[in-house]
């Protein structure tokens, strides 16, 4: 018998078992409203110019090579993407308490942080909203915490963060838990705290001793505003707290394949960085060893270079700007059908995703995609990225259609 003979078949990861189901489909009026990423008008991945102006000098230059980076990454890239977070006047950078490590996209800053926390100072409890991004309770697990918890998130009446609720748990949690905070264009209900909202959180985390862990995959990308999109985790460093923040180049530089991305540290003690890193070090040698070196080449050239930098940041307004028409467009066209219940929400709501509620009916989802082959997640989360002009009246009639065949759980 097989040593393998009892190995469970696991179930499949829900996004990309999408895509390939709607990838396998013939229909030529099919809309994909799962993936997690950014298309044109034309329903196209879009390479930015910018990269592919970057990606040209690159290979121009024959003083490039393809050697390993140190184990911590580039540091031109992970330099500059900690100073875009904080902001170019941070006491934190300046007096030398924050740096950033290179990682595997978002993905891999959060698997390094909170395996570090986990290991080097044994925090076992973490929080996550609910609702959250399918991939945080797995990826701490695996890092070595023992209790996941939620804190309350969404507040499916107003739809919009049940405040009150969240403070309540933050309240209960133990001293010392971890906090996984997302920093802007909350995944997946497009819901933010408002910033007296944020100073309520970070009075009650500072009071119970919490530390934060931001998740920051669409600084940029959320508002067209990197500093907009920063403003929660500047406010919490200026509190004094000491933080992790995962960084994503994969949505504001549509490097999704590339991995990129940055673990952000704020120390309170600047003496105690070399020892952090060492331990780091460790880490990310026992786990992958070094990091990749194309889009961080990327991202340091256009983040150190004042022309491409404004370049850049005309292609994240470009996409924040489409994904807010696409808005718009969405209710205007529920509304002029008249689609019961209330949808304003889905220009409230901010970032790539919209989200109606957690109990959207299996039915309407279900329908949409036999009867109309629109493919969007069980929850009822819909990328709206992937909307167009051609397509976002047949998405609205789809919508309208399964509401009214499936009324009785459809608000």
């Not at 309770?137 to 804190?151: D, M, R, S, T, V």
């Not at 940029?220 to 707290?241: K, N, P, W």
């Not at 070090?281 to 983040?303: D, Q």
Request: charged share 20%; proline share 4%.
């Amino acid at each position: 018998m097989s040593i393998f003979a009892e190995v469970q078949e696991a179930p499949p990861i829900e996004v990309f078992q999408l895509t390939r189901e709607c990838a396998a489909d013939e229909f030529p009026n099919k809309v994909n409203l799962g993936v997690g990423a950014y298309r044109t008008d034309e329903g196209k991945p879009w390479v930015l110019p910018i990269v592919r102006k970057v990606e040209g000098l690159m290979a121009a230059d024959e003083t490039l090579n393809k050697e390993y980076l140190p184990v911590l990454g580039l540091d031109a890239a992970s330099s500059a993407a900690t100073k875009m977070l904080l902001g170019s006047s941070s006491k934190a950078i300046s007096e030398g308490r924050a740096f950033g490590v290179q990682s595997i996209s978002g993905t891999g800053a959060l698997r390094v942080g909170a395996e570090f926390l986990a290991k080097q100072l044994n925090r076992t409890v973490f929080y996550m909203s609910t609702p959250t991004w399918g991939n945080h309770k797995l990826i701490f697990l695996n890092a070595g915490f023992k209790e996941c918890h939620q804190y309350r998130y969404w507040d499916p009446k107003t739809r919009g963060v049940n405040i009150t609720g969240f403070l309540e748990d933050l309240r209960a949690a133990p001293e010392g838990s971890v906090i996984i905070l997302h920093a802007c264009a909350h995944n997946p209900t497009g819901c933010d705290p408002t910033m007296d909202q944020w100073k309520e959180i970070a009075a009650v985390m500072k009071e119970k001793k919490l530390f934060p862990f931001f998740d920051s995959a669409y600084q940029g990308f959320a508002s067209g505003d990197l500093d907009q999109d920063a403003q929660a985790v500047r406010f919490f460093v200026e509190q004094g707290f000491e933080v992790f923040c995962a960084q994503s180049f994969a949505k504001n530089f549509g490097l999704y394949n590339e991995r990129i991305g940055n673990l952000a540290i704020v120390m309170s003690d600047s003496s105690l960085a070399a020892a952090v890193k060492s331990q780091i070090t460790l880490i990310v040698r026992g786990m992958y060893s070094n990091p990749p070196n194309h889009g961080a080449r990327i991202v340091a050239k256009v983040l150190n270079d004042p022309e491409l930098f404004k370049e850049w940041q005309e292609c994240i307004r470009t996409m924040s700007s489409r994904i807010k028409e696409m808005r718009a467009s969405l209710l205007a066209k529920l509304t002029q059908l008249g689609t019961p219940g209330d949808w304003n929400h889905i220009t409230q709501q901010i970032g790539m995703f919209s989200f109606k509620n957690v109990s959207v009916p299996w039915d309407q989802v279900a329908y949409m995609k036999s009867n109309y082959h629109i493919y969007l997640m069980s929850s009822g989360r819909i990328n709206i990225c992937g909307l167009t002009t051609k397509n976002v009246d047949y998405v609205a009639q789809a919508i309208d259609d399964a509401v009214r065949k499936f009324p009785a759980t459809s608000s």
